[in-house]
């Protein structure tokens, strides 16, 4: 199951990625390589570059009006070049990467940008009982516009800084504590009130059997400091919140092919700032299924409950309650499909501090579908196709909209 440290380190658009660094590191690094040692420059660093042609049909996602069919498509292209590293050094394992990013539209050019992302990670191990991880992430891009009502650039800036250690005092047994700070920040000015530092902190304790299975314990606090301060007496909502966790962590290998992981139980959400002093708790919980079906196929399904963050103008957070189902499938040496499908609602009702939103909700529904092709050990060529849909609610600023796109990309390693 993921730790604190391992959840927040993952990249992606969600406020709080949730899956290990270090895997999401070897996945892109097979991704890149796929297996080539004779191209690299050395054992160290992995140099690559990629480019990629996509469009979408409804880049900004906005509601279509009665009578009015606006064209809202666009074609871009990204060009990306940099490296990735893996460094053992005795015990010790540095990993990461570094990458540039040059995006132009064809139509809104107003939303050209240039892009960074970059991670540092020290697997760090002393004796055969404490190992852990400790890092910094930077990644700045565009911020995606489905939550906003504007056309116009806004780029955000995500910094991550982690640290976390575990001490195996049995053979059975270990205890483990973690904390981290995430830092969000907006340049558009009509979306700062997003400006953000999330402070967490996390402490368990698991039960190892000598099977691989896991079972434990898991303590978390989470706080969230807003540098625009709401105020629920002139009827803004309290973003600034504190959230504590107590759940279980289960990791169970219920067959070779086959495993379950669950992290659940209750959950707290306050707002000090809020006129009741007012509260939102309850069940909070993911479960993440992998079955391995045969040796070129395999499964991932997922059903959650939980509290997230919502970046738009209005309201600060939702309950959001979802399920996906993932396939992967490698057909030959060369050749590989995947498909998603995901589903999610998400209750505004958890706001505090701003009561005209009670009971408010929206919905979305989304597909993807993907051919990878490996011509050569150090090229990799992606073709992908998706659709989105969501029933909104303009109360709390989320559009009702349909897009589909495709994209296609080309990467090289040298």
Known sequence: MLSLTEELRAAGDAARPCAPRRAALALLIGSLCAGSVHAEISDTIHPFIQTTFAYDDNLLRLSEFPGQIPDLSDTSRTVQGGFLFERPVGRQLFTGYAKLSHVTFNRFTELDYNGKDALVDWAWQLGNRWQGHLGTSYLETLAPFTDTNSDQRNLRTQRHHYADATWLFHPNWQVRAGFSRFMADYELPAQQINNRTEDATELGLDYLATSGSKVGIQLRQLKSNYQFKGNPLLGLPDNDYTQDEIKANVLWLVSGPTKLSFLGGWV??????????????????????????????????????????????????????????????????????????????????????FSALSGLSDSSTSSSLGLTYTPLNNIQLELDAFRDRRSGNPIVGSNTYRAKGVSFSANVQF
Do not use: C, M, Y
Not at 276 to 304: P, Q, V
Not at 345 to 350: E, G, L, Q, V
């Open 268 to 353: 707290r959400r306050t707002h000090p700032q809020s006129v009741s002093g007012g509260s939102s708790s309850g069940a909070n919980g993911r479960l993440i299924g992998d079955w391995i079906a045969t040796g070129k196929l395999r499964f991932n399904a997922a059903l959650w409950r939980e509290f997230q963050v919502v970046e738009g103008g209005i309201v600060g957070s939702s309950l959001n309650k979802g399920a996906s189902v993932a396939g992967f499938w490698t057909a030959t040496a060369k050749v590989a499909l995947n498909a998603q499908i995901r589903r999610e609602k998400r209750d505004f009702s958890t706001i505090n501090g």
